[in-house]
């Protein structure tokens, strides 16, 4: 079975600032599917970047980055001139390219952004 | 466009109740469908998955039960609660390819007193 783990239960961070967050997964499978989600305290999950497995290439949203180290199992996220709207707890997850997407999640990071 | 409805946000119910939370999408046919809880300060975990009318998968034993009794309705039940069944549980729905994300209901606060 999958597991996903984050190793940050909680960060902080100036506004303007980089921040980075860490997410280490077990996998035997070859091809899958890396997520960062979104939870502010309204609790809607949003999804903010995805990566394929099979992509060598890092995945770019605005703002948000990955480091994705497929043979180190990590993928990180990094919010670069974070912004008050980024604080929220952010989970990493883990989607097998067999059975029904089912998503595997890591405890979340809780970051704050302080202005 | 798609969307999601899950109610009720919030709920505070006895130990020994039952228990119903309705989950519908729109905008959308045969999705995926799944139940995570959440409890404070955690992850989410998995509870059921659907990709079909009538078809429940359990990914971990417990209390409660699932049913889709349309293809766009996913209910999440339960005939007696504990106090171990307070979370948060959120209803999600996508279209069945890993790469497509999952989208979320607003999440119930179900409080077992």
């Known amino acids: 079975a999958q597991t996903v783990t984050q190793s940050q239960p909680e960060m902080s961070v100036q506004e303007a600032e980089t921040v980075t967050l860490s997410c280490t997964y077990d996998t035997s499978e070859n091809n899958y599917y890396l997520f960062w989600y979104k939870q502010p305290p309204s609790r809607q999950m949003i999804l903010v970047i995805r990566?394929?497995?099979?992509?060598?290439q890092n995945a770019t949203e605005n703002r948000f980055s990955v480091n994705f180290q497929k043979a180190a199992k990590s993928f990180s996220l990094k919010i670069s001139d974070s912004q008050l709207g980024d604080t929220a707890m952010y989970f990493c997850a883990f989607a097998s390219l067999q059975g029904a997407q089912k998503l595997v999640f890591g405890q979340g990071t809780r970051l704050t952004i302080n202005p | 466009s798609q969307t999601i409805h899950q109610w009720p946000a919030t709920l505070v119910q006895p130990v020994g109740s039952p228990l119903s939370l309705e989950c519908t999408v729109e905008g959308t046919s045969n999705p995926n469908l799944y139940w995570y809880r959440q409890a404070a300060g955690r992850g989410l975990q998995l509870l059921f998955y659907?990709?079909?009318?009538?078809?429940i998968s359990s990914e971990v034993p417990q209390n409660l039960s699932a049913s889709r009794p349309q293809d766009r309705q996913f209910i999440l039940s339960s005939k007696k609660l504990l106090l171990s069944d307070s979370g948060f549980y959120l209803c999600?729905?996508?279209?069945?390819?890993?790469?497509?994300?999952?989208?979320f209901g607003q999440g119930t606060r179900l409080t077992v007193v």
């Open positions: 999600a729905w996508s279209g069945g390819h890993p790469n497509t994300e999952a989208f």
């Open positions: 990566q394929e497995a099979y992509k060598q």
């Open positions: 659907s990709v079909g009318i009538g078809q």
